[in-house]
């Protein structure tokens, strides 16, 4: 029997409960210490003698300590009171919570008892950005049961709470079990790179797999101990632009050389401050040719415009789109996407930039090899290995040069990268729009453009002599239609058949993306590339239960709010003013108010109920008596969800059956929702993008 365990904790003043289910045989084992069971001993001995590894969400900083803490300290305390030990316990996951959400890391066992497996940190849920609950997981997996646990943590629980909290737990398990399923390949790509590079991959989140790649060849290559390399830093007090631009770069507008020229001429101390919120009086020679958006006074992003196509700069890298509206390949036009094969490792390697800690022959020679084994795993298909690869060259040497928590940082190193790879792009879309082909955007690494067949020497010549220049490689990937909203949002149908999605269009979501009413992108897809009307599909898609989950959206409010539903009422009362002027003023009666959970599944119904966020009051600051104080406002704010519609609560759906859902659905309110997109491409109008 494998001895490797999904497991969960839950602590209250009067309950430590562990559960646990085996990957091989799906045996459950349940152990508590309360008032019901005090179970200590034959929890460290399921412990000690059948687990290996314990696999968890959140446990490195959660679970993992608790349970250390428990074995280390209280269980040789072999007097001590069931009661007392699960107080201290209840404290002690207090602590850790706490910590945790300050610094995730800072909980985290050197040598835990046992090995650990964390899903969490494996998929960069510990990232700010991708923080992401078990419960919004529950909603992502499509689970019956995906309601929250009703008790406050530091509860002392009755009897039928606990049982109602083991009832929550094991849903918590099933929930773990199913993301330990879908994260079996990332698993195997963790166990076969660790053996590769020698090096434990287990909970590494994917960038970081790319980093310590990038590095252990680097030691390799280098002959130089690992463990320094890790300390190696580069910092700057300050960078001149003109020594790090390549001088091959040049424009032939005078708007495009003005640019070029007003970089020269900087010195920059940061690098973060340079493309956001810039201060005007440093902008002032391009403000005639840029957007001149402000936030707070300042630019809000640097940008230049050239025949009516707006490029914006930034970290990230280049973007720019010709606007919201449908682009096809028809009538002896083309759509092609001019995209540069590795631009940014090749870059580096083609003008020998590096960081100034590393020999530049070394780091060169680094991307090199790296970049062979990648073809060759391209070649003999292995994905594995093109993945690994892949994660060192793109998502390390650009995307840790900025970080001084990596070895790789330089500010420099990412300035030469960044603003030397962003006006290379512009020089190639310079030269379509200089022969009226049609830039429709721009992003990090491409150009797509359109044009007629007749220009197409004309292209052939601009990517010949761009690839000339650079030493870089041009692909040319090709397309049937695009219907785009901005760089961030648009649908490409390509020439085979592939289709490429991003930001509103996206069907298939990564975990921590929102995954609610996907019912709108697939029937926008079937509009668009199939011309059937949302109304159609909408109301034949409803006909299976699978498809009802399609429908379903997720509420998700901070814990400082609540969220409630309502039955109410309002009337309009009418009344004069001074002029004689009939005024109408609503009032709400409340009739029924019912608190649901934080994080709440629901679909917008044709009857149902108010759904209403509520938020503490706001502190504004103001000066009295010379002195900054903050006042908070009286009373609560509210707002609401689906304001203009009525909503139905869905967390388990064993309490509604799916004819009922069907039954019940708005289906004008999703057909809406399609139209309001379709609509304002049409036109050529930008459109607000549904975070709900």
Not at 296 to 314: E, P, S, T, V
Not at 383 to 401: D, H, Q, R, T
């Amino acid at each position: 029997m494998s001895k490797i365990w999904i497991h969960d904790t839950e602590t209250y003043r009067n309950l430590f409960l562990y559960i646990a289910r085996n990957i091989e045989t799906k045996e459950k084992k349940i152990f508590q210490i309360s008032p019901l069971a005090d179970q200590r001993n034959e929890l460290v001995i399921h412990l000690r003698d059948e687990v290996e590894m314990l696999i968890g969400f959140n446990s490195l900083s959660y679970d993992c300590p608790l349970i250390h803490y428990f074995i280390m300290k209280l269980f040789p305390k072999k007097d001590m009171h069931g009661k007392q030990l699960v107080n201290i316990l209840c404290e002690k996951s207090f602590e850790l919570i706490k910590k945790s959400n300050d610094n995730p890391w800072i909980n985290r066992i050197k040598n835990p008892f046992r090995k650990q497996m964390d899903l969490f940190t494996m998929h960069h849920f510990d990232n700010k950005a991708k923080r992401t609950s078990l419960k919004v997981l529950m909603f992502v997996f499509r689970m019956r049961n995906v309601e929250e646990l009703p008790f406050e943590p530091g509860t002392v629980l009755t009897h039928d709470e606990i049982e109602k909290v083991i009832q929550y737990c094991g849903n918590d398990i099933e929930a773990t079990s199913i993301f330990f399923e879908k994260s079996k390949d990332a698993i195997s790509f963790r166990q076969r790179m660790s053996q590769i590079y020698d090096i434990d991959f287990t909970n590494a989140n994917d960038v970081k797999i790319g980093e310590l790649i990038l590095i252990r060849t680097l030691a390799d290559r280098w002959k130089v101990p690992y463990e320094e390399i890790m300390k190696m830093r580069t910092r700057r007090e300050s960078i001149k632009i003109n020594d790090i631009l390549f001088s091959y770069i040049s424009f032939q507008s005078e708007i495009l050389d003005r640019f070029l020229v007003w970089w020269r001429t900087k010195t920059i101390t940061d690098t973060k401050g340079q493309f956001y919120e810039i201060p005007l009086d440093e902008v002032r020679d391009l403000l005639p040719y840029c957007n001149n958006t402000l936030k707070k006074g300042k630019l809000k992003q640097l940008n230049i415009i050239y025949k009516n196509f707006q490029f914006d700069f930034g970290t990230g890298g280049l973007h720019g789109a010709k606007g919201v509206g449908i682009w096809e390949a028809k009538d002896g036009y083309l759509i092609d996407l001019l995209d540069v094969s590795s631009y940014y490792p090749m870059l580096a390697a083609r003008n020998r930039l590096h960081p100034a800690h590393f020999p530049v022959d070394i780091f060169v020679d680094v991307i090199d090899i790296l970049y062979q084994q990648r073809m060759e795993g391209a070649v003999i298909g292995d994905a594995e290995v093109v993945k690994a690869i892949k994660l060192a060259l793109n998502g390390a040497l650009y995307g840790k040069s900025n970080s001084d928590h990596s070895p790789m940082y330089d500010p420099q190193f990412m300035m030469q990268i960044c603003l030397n790879g962003q006006l290379l792009l512009v020089m190639i879309a310079e030269q379509c729009l200089d022969n009226d082909i049609e830039v429709i955007q721009v992003n990090t690494d491409g150009v797509l453009i359109r044009y007629h067949q007749s220009k197409r020497s004309i292209v052939n010549t601009i990517v010949n002599q761009w690839m000339q220049l650079t030493r870089l490689k041009l692909e040319l990937d090709s397309y049937v239609k695009i219907v785009q909203r901005d760089v961030n949002n648009y649908l490409g149908i390509k020439v085979n058949g592939k289709i490429k999605r991003k930001g509103v269009f996206l069907i298939e979501r990564e975990l921590h993306q929102n995954h609610s009413q996907l019912i709108v992108p697939k029937a926008i897809e079937e509009y668009y590339i199939n011309g059937i009307k949302p109304e159609i599909f909408i109301a034949e898609h409803a006909k299976k239960d699978k498809n009802l989950y399609d429908f379903f959206k997720l509420a998700k409010l901070a814990k400082t709010s609540r969220l409630v539903q309502r039955i109410q009422t309002v009337t309009v009362v009418q009344y004069p003013t001074k002029t004689k002027r009939i005024k109408h003023y609503p009032i709400t009666c409340i009739e029924e108010e019912y608190q649901l959970p934080n994080i709440t599944r629901y679909f917008v119904a044709k009857k149902g109920f108010k759904f209403v966020k509520i938020m503490p009051p706001l502190e504004n600051k103001v000066i009295k008596e010379g002195k900054l104080i903050k006042v908070t406002d009286v009373g609560d704010r509210e707002i609401g969800i689906e304001a203009a519609s009525l909503c139905i609560e869905c967390n388990n759906l064993d309490n509604i059956t799916p004819k009922e859902v069907r039954d019940n659905l708005d289906y004008d309110y999703y057909v809406q929702r399609c139209y309001k997109i379709i609509n304002a491409i049409a036109a050529g109008e930008e459109f607000d993008i549904d975070e709900d």
